[in-house]
């Protein structure tokens, strides 16, 4: 099953006056807030990197998931993908492919990511069904 969908509660209205500020340019480091706070609830543990260089262009998100894996993940416009398999690691000799969204590449990587996202969305249909009756 891949989860590729965006979460209708996601606030974007500081990141798109941020992103103007910059001439349209998107800025990585608050991308990756962003990814950080959209699937927080499905993961161990998951943080913008302190320790490695983020700028415009790229930025790092270190990853924990439930199964106790840890990933460093690098952000950019092509996407995501991993780069190393500890917390603020880049391996260069790594060539893993790139994820269009967060949700992808978890999706790939974490089974008790899929079952937290798919319980969040059930319970989300459920509130919908009870407040629609």
Do not use: W
Not at 116 to 121: E, H, I, Q, S, V
């Amino acid at each position: 099953m891949e989860v590729d969908c965006q979460p209708e509660e996601l606030s974007r209205s500081s990141y798109e006056e941020r992103c103007a500020d910059l001439g349209g340019v998107k800025d990585m480091r608050l991308e990756a807030e962003a990814v950080v706070n959209d699937v927080l609830f499905a993961v161990t543990d998951m943080h913008v990197s302190q320790t490695l260089s983020n700028g415009l262009d790229v930025a790092y998100i270190n990853v924990e998931t439930r199964e106790g894996n840890r990933y460093c993940l690098e952000l950019t416009e092509a996407g995501l993908r991993v780069v190393g398999y500890s917390f603020d690691q880049v391996d260069e000799d790594l060539s893993n492919q790139y994820h269009e969204t967060v949700y992808s590449l978890l999706d790939s990587l974490s089974p008790g990511y899929r079952e937290a996202f798919g319980n969040a969305l059930l319970h989300r249909l459920e509130r919908l069904q009870q407040n629609g009756q």
